[in-house]
């Protein structure tokens, strides 16, 4: 079935790592992508890893893949204060037609 | 600049009543969609168009229609609006064979009274 489940709140210190996490339950995922929302705006596409992968690295964001436990993780260093916001996991599961099922939503909320 | 616009940003309006939102792209994609994120953030995808055709259609009541004038375009109309129509209503594009690298509107607010 199609669903994606995160953990709802997130609270670190400026400085920190936070680590968002996500699991998902269709092993046919071939994208599987990381969104931020802040408050009152769209969502905004931060990074993504091919359903091959084990890791990507972009900057200060690290995400993680274990495919045969269906784990995705997001990993942000040295998190800052703009980094507060909603984080979106989703996955795409039907090729060729943009269908993303997206998870809940983890506010991660950063402490100075 | 702005890659993906919709208008309005915020509609106030009376259950019963038939309004529609507006959804630009400047980006030169080929494919548009609309996903309603409730209020708990939940979001989810409606429709998606591919050059002006219906790709996908999640089971959403037919009082909500999209409509695609043109590839740059995406507009959905409601018709008699319910309570549990109000959310946050989000259109967003994505180019050929790139499908899945989708690009997000500022969304619309909609409160029905």
């Known amino acids: 079935g199609e669903d994606v489940e995160q953990s709802l709140f997130l609270s670190v210190r400026e400085g920190d790592s936070s680590v968002i996490n996500c699991t998902y339950t269709?092993?046919?995922?071939?994208?599987l992508y990381w969104y931020k929302q802040e408050p009152g705006a769209g969502l905004q596409l931060l990074t993504y890893?091919?359903?091959?992968?084990d890791m990507k690295q972009d900057q200060r964001l690290t995400v993680l893949l274990n495919k045969k436990d269906k784990h995705l993780s997001l990993r942000i260093a040295d998190t800052q204060t703009g980094d507060s916001a909603i984080y979106f996991c989703?996955?795409?599961?039907?090729?060729?037609?943009?269908?993303?099922?997206f998870g809940q939503g983890t506010t991660l909320q950063v402490k100075p | 600049d702005t890659a993906v616009s919709q208008t309005p940003k915020y509609l106030v309006t009376q259950m019963g009543n038939d309004k529609s939102i507006k959804c630009e792209q400047n980006?030169?994609?080929?494919?548009m969609y609309w996903y309603k994120q409730d209020s708990k953030k939940f979001l989810k995808i409606m429709f998606s168009?591919?050059?002006?055709?219906?790709?996908i259609n999640e089971t959403v009541p037919n009082r909500f229609s999209p409509k695609s004038p043109d590839k740059a375009h995406l507009n959905l109309h409601i018709n008699s609006l319910e309570l549990g129509d109000s959310a946050v209503y989000f259109c967003?594009?994505?180019?050929?064979?790139?499908?899945?690298?989708?690009?997000f509107g500022p969304g619309t607010r909609l409160l029905v009274l």
């Open positions: 989703a996955e795409s599961i039907v090729r060729n037609t943009g269908k993303l099922i």
């Open positions: 168009y591919n050059n002006k055709e219906l790709i």
């Open positions: 890893i091919f359903s091959n992968m």
């Open positions: 967003a594009s994505s180019q050929g064979d790139e499908w899945e690298t989708q690009y």
């Open positions: 269709d092993s046919s995922s071939t994208y």
């Open positions: 980006l030169g994609h080929d494919t």
